[in-house]
């Protein structure tokens, strides 16, 4: 292989469903996260047990200061200044979930924040179907995101080079690793039709249409609380992927997702 290969690692398709996904799950984190903040509270069930939350956020009095506090199944942590209690002393204190720099809109609007995320909501819906129906029409689910058994028997391996920020070079770049198709996959066929699933479930319109939903989910506020949990699970996905995209080479990862096109370091050994 010559130095410096140029292959058409990504479809169009491929490309303008990410940067669509990517603009429409940051609208709908931010704009989940100002509905979250009007009642910054899990439960478990059908109702809301306001003594026994499964995570809550909120600001409380000691002495005659105020405090942000994140509960987690009763063990409360203190998070004055992000959670609970957002801003510093200097520019004063706000009394909310999430900070305001991470919702949409920045301020206390929850008919705003709805708007925005049933809007985008159904927009997520109309890619993401018309990314799956292009994967299993062109074979890319089975060709380029399915593990073999032969990869699956080398997740170890794959781990072991990951956590040493040892990248695949010459043919084996040219491919997803097991760990990415995996993930991708995860991603894919479970987080984000977990989430659709879970969203519609808190609407009353499609309860009444499919009451099977709530029984799915155990209830509404299950549905509320696994929504939740899905998103942040999602969130986390974007982080290591962000993180590797950096520390893998930023310009080749962004030319490849824009233009198609990918440059394969030679394998050691080879030029």
Do not use: C
């Amino acid at each position: 292989m010559h130095k410096g290969e140029v292959i058409y690692r990504h479809s169009a398709t491929v490309r303008i469903t990410h940067w669509v996904n990517a603009l429409v799950l940051l609208v709908l984190l931010m704009s989940g996260l100002q509905i979250f903040n009007a009642h910054p509270a899990l439960y478990l069930g059908e109702d809301s047990d306001f003594r026994n939350p499964v995570m809550a956020m909120g600001a409380v009095e000691e002495g005659e200061t105020m405090k942000g506090v994140t509960t987690i199944f009763g063990y409360a942590i203190p998070t004055t200044g992000v959670f609970g209690l957002s801003g510093d002393a200097d520019s004063g204190y706000d009394s909310r979930g999430f900070p305001w720099w991470s919702t949409l809109p920045g301020y206390r609007n929850l008919a705003m924040g709805r708007r925005w995320h049933f809007f985008f909501a159904w927009l997520f819906l109309m890619n993401g179907l018309a990314y799956l129906a292009w994967s299993f029409a062109s074979g890319h689910l089975r060709r380029d995101l399915a593990p073999s058994r032969k990869e699956l028997g080398h997740i170890g391996a794959s781990i072991r080079e990951h956590a040493r920020l040892k990248f695949p070079k010459g043919e084996e770049a040219k491919r997803y690793n097991v760990l990415q198709k995996l993930a991708y996959l995860a991603v894919a066929l479970l987080l984000l039709p977990l989430m659709l699933l879970t969203g519609l479930a808190m609407s009353p319109g499609m309860d009444a249409a499919f009451p099977v939903l709530l029984d799915m989910f155990g209830g509404r506020q299950s549905a509320r609380t696994i929504h939740f949990v899905s998103a942040t699970a999602i969130v986390l996905f974007f982080v290591v992927h962000l993180v590797m995209v950096l520390i893998s080479g930023v310009w080749n990862n962004l030319r490849s997702m824009i233009t198609g096109r990918y440059v394969i370091e030679p394998a050691e050994g080879k030029s």
